[in-house]
């Protein structure tokens, strides 16, 4: 039997009268917002429309001409500019400024002078000597201070006499009595903070009182970096490389150093290499300014200049004994950071002011009037050269036969299949590595000195301890166990690591 309802009707009105009218009300929408499907339904309905904002209306309206309080918010890590913005080359002045005095310090009495009598005496070993103001603005000149020194904590520079440079004021000493030319080429090498630095100073203070004429560079990766300027040199082969502004500076520097000596010597030739006329009478140190200010005419005239020192000494034109000292030895033994036209790296053996000094450094040339030619290397700042490490340590083997390491007795093994590799105290390369041609043939010639720089002794150590507590800095009994603490902490008297733990650290 048909049933003439709709089952659709029924269905609502069992509907309607099974949920109450409340409920229906309230949850009802809920639940069929919860059961829409959200891919079934336009956006419109899923994601109901933002409330639009309210525009401003009356007081709310900032009027023409007048400031509104609206302001915009800054930005945060955002810093105002406050004053002027540092000059050209400001912040390397700052970087690089060497304080040599400090007035809070206490004046030590009774300290002695740097002089020729007492660089030679072996009696003022362990003790400091202060160094003279005429040769304090001559190291100053040649840019011999370090910023990592403590010259400022002390009232006056001075410096320690310790066994090296006791040896290096009688070696000048010796070779400035001697008429016959002797060049001394020597490579410092040691750890770091062991004072191969100090020591090339040492040895610059003692050849200034000595009068000798003092070319220094003061840090060689100033050479290779990519920092200065840089050109061909025509007529070369294969191609050299000059830089002029470098050069210059170096004029400069030579001048004002050497001012006493090179103006009492005159040209004695003619160079026709200067492109400029210059005066028979001319002295050196004329001849020097020039260089410096024309950075085009610096290395001509840097070689005229050279070519006058060291031509032989007469009677009737004297000439002096020559410094060259050089710091940062591995920063010119590798690949520099300047391009060749071919785009290729140019090793710093085709610069010509890198190349005139390892013809003297590596035994291809020497100095008619006698001198040292003196380089450090450096372990804070090292270019890590293999082929360097390895010819300076052959030679430093070669010098000193004995075995540097002594077969364990412990380990029969070791003992028994390597105990000719380690009674063996001269390096060996390494077949499979590659090194370096033009280093290992600039080190192959014999000439040249290794010397590795050392702690310093007890002694040695307590005599700089107890300048230091005479000029108030060190605030501590000086005794023979503070002396042994602070020499074993050290590693066995590293001198930097003896000013680290006596004066920088504090607890």
């Keep these: 039997m048909t049933c003439s309802t709709c089952w659709r009707c029924l269905v609502k009105a069992s509907y309607s009268f099974t949920i109450p009218v409340r409920f229906e009300s309230r949850c009802l929408p809920l639940l069929r917002s919860q059961s829409r499907a959200q891919f079934t339904t336009t956006t419109r309905l899923a994601h109901p429309a933002p409330k639009a904002k309210r525009p401003r209306q009356g007081k709310d309206v900032p009027k ?83 910023v990592s020194q403590a010259w400022g904590l002390f009232r006056t520079p001075g410096m320690l006499m310790r066994r090296e440079t006791v040896e290096y004021g009688k070696m000048l000493e010796d070779m400035s009595s001697e008429e016959v030319g002797k060049t001394v080429r020597r490579v410092l090498v040691g750890e770091r903070g062991s004072g191969k630095s100090m020591l090339l100073l040492q040895a610059m203070s003692m050849a200034f009182i000595k009068k000798w004429a003092v070319f220094h560079i003061p840090a060689a990766q100033d050479l290779s970096n990519g920092h200065t300027e840089y050109c061909p040199l025509p007529s070369t082969s294969p191609t050299q490389y000059i830089q002029q502004s470098y050069i210059a500076t170096l004029l400069s520097s030579i001048a004002s150093a050497n001012h006493a000596l090179l103006s009492s010597l005159t040209l004695s030739t003619d160079h026709p290499s200067v492109p400029i006329p210059l005066q028979s009478n001319m002295s050196l140190e004329r001849l020097a300014r020039l260089g410096a200010a024309d950075p085009e005419i610096a290395w001509p005239v840097f070689l005229a200049l050279w ?21 940062g030895l591995g920063h010119i033994m590798n690949n520099t950071a300047y391009m060749s036209a071919d785009f290729k790296p140019i090793h710093a053996h085709d610069l010509a002011l890198v190349k005139w ?27 890590n ?9 052959q030679l430093e083997a070669q010098q000193d036969p004995t075995p540097s390491v002594t077969p364990p007795l412990d380990a029969p093994f070791l003992l028994a299949t390597a105990s000719s590799l380690l009674t063996n105290s001269v390096p060996r390369a390494n077949t499979f590595g590659s090194y370096d041609e033009r280093v290992m043939n600039c080190f192959g010639k014999e000439g040249i000195d290794v010397q590795r720089i050392k702690g310093l002794s007890k002694e040695e150590a307590r005599g700089l301890m107890e ?28 001198i930097g690591e003896l000013e680290r733990g006596c004066l920088r650290m504090r607890i």
């Design 357 to 383: 000094y390892l013809d003297y450094l590596s035994s291809a040339k020497s100095l008619p009037n006698g001198g040292l030619v003196l380089a450090t290397t450096s372990e804070s700042n090292d270019p």
């Design 307 to 327: 070519t006058e020192l060291t031509t032989k000494s007469t009677s009737s034109s004297p000439r002096p004994k020559i410094f060259l000292g050089l710091d």
């Design 64 to 146: 023409r001409g007048v400031k509104s309080t609206f302001l915009k918010k800054a930005k945060k890590n955002m810093r105002a500019p406050k004053g002027r913005p540092p000059a050209p080359g400001e912040r390397k002045a700052l970087r690089k400024r060497i304080v040599l005095s400090n007035t809070n310090a206490l004046e030590v009495h009774g300290m002695q002078d740097l002089s020729a009598e007492s660089m030679i005496d072996m009696r003022l070993r362990g003790q400091v000597i202060g160094i003279p103001g005429l040769v304090v603005d001559q190291l100053r000149a040649v840019e011999a201070f370090k």
């Design 467 to 494: 300048y230091w507590a005479k000029s108030g800095i060190l605030r501590q009994t000086v005794s023979e166990g503070l002396v042994g603490e602070k020499w074993t902490i050290s590693g066995g008297g590293v």
């Design 385 to 393: 050269v293999r082929t360097l490490k390895l010819k300076l340590a």
